[in-house]
């Protein structure tokens, strides 16, 4: 009786590492589809007293994890600039053009 009761603790416990491995490794699995895709989003952000504006690829997990595997800044503008608000929004409305003309269908077909 003590024997059956150890083989089996001894399969639940393989069963419960193998199951926690599996549940691991899932996500790692599923990067190579999300970057395959992947899409290019408009993104600003404060950088050392800076403001870059960028356009950025980003995968994403179903689980909402994110990688940006690839990046394109469209100005860096200091933060005390005179001119800041201006240039903020055009660099925005020029990424967000850039952001939708990647994401379009190539021209080469």
Known sequence: MVLIDVVFLAVLVV?????????LGRA???????????????????????????VRKVARLPSGESRV????????IPDGAPDW??????????AYDR????????LAG
């Open 15 to 23: 069963v419960v590492v193998v199951g926690w491995q599996a549940w």
């Open 28 to 54: 790692s699995r599923q990067w190579p589809a999300a970057e395959a895709a992947a899409r290019w989003e408009d993104a600003h952000e404060a950088v050392g007293g800076r403001t870059r504006v960028v």
């Open 69 to 76: 595997i690839g990046e394109s800044v469209i100005d860096e």
């Open 85 to 94: 608000h201006e240039r903020f929004s055009a660099a925005r409305q020029v």
């Open 99 to 106: 952001a939708i003309d990647l994401n379009g269908p190539s």
